[in-house]
């Protein structure tokens, strides 16, 4: 079911379709997510503590004229969440340190006039090892893959198909556990966005949709 979006605001399990007013508000909280993922990376060294790091992004989003979503939510007390080496996602700022070879995950959504820009991105600690290394990278090429495939006329199960394919070629393993979601003035909405599936199944990609995907991928 696909509604337009001038529907209500809550989470009804149907997929809105957006207007250019809502593309212009997303491109605005987007454009803060990727400058706040920027703004980390000469910070993203041995020895920083994940806490250092959430505090660094709370200032930076609200500076930006944003408020962190994941602040406050469901009574998390954190401005974003990462994920270190086998954690696969939603890692909690702590004192821990990073340290040289690891691969960390920074997730953030800032919210711009009621918009939330859900983004995230891998960042390598150091010196890390190929393997790790060689993870990152086909992580990255999946989503690429699923990104090709969202486009009016396919399918939700093109974008996961594609993902897998990619993935299982390389003998790594995609989580089923998370997924992507739809996004807009809610964190979370409809479609689920699985990242494993078969070409022409699920939802039809429409124009107006907004969801993001999220790749979680796995040695083994």
Known sequence: ?????????????????????????MHKAGRLAAETLDMLTPHMVPGVTTAELDRLIYDFIVAGGGVPATLG?????????????????????????????????????????????????????????????RLVEVTYECLMLGIEQAKPGNHMGDVANAIQRHAEKHRYGVVRDFCGHGVGRLFHDAPEVVHVGKPGTGPELKPGMIFTIEPMINIG
């Open 73 to 133: 939510y469901r009574g998390y007390t954190h401005s974003t969440c990462i994920s270190i080496n086998h954690v696969v996602c939603h890692g909690i700022p702590s004192e821990k340190t990073l340290k040289s070879g690891d691969i960390v995950n920074v997730d953030v959504t800032p919210i711009v006039d009621g918009w939330h820009g859900d983004s995230s991105r891998m960042y390598l600690i150091g010196d890390v090892p190929l393997k790790a290394k």
């Open 1 to 25: 079911v696909t509604v337009t979006s001038d529907a209500p605001e809550g989470r009804t399990g149907a997929i809105k379709l957006h207007g250019p007013a809502a593309f212009a508000g």
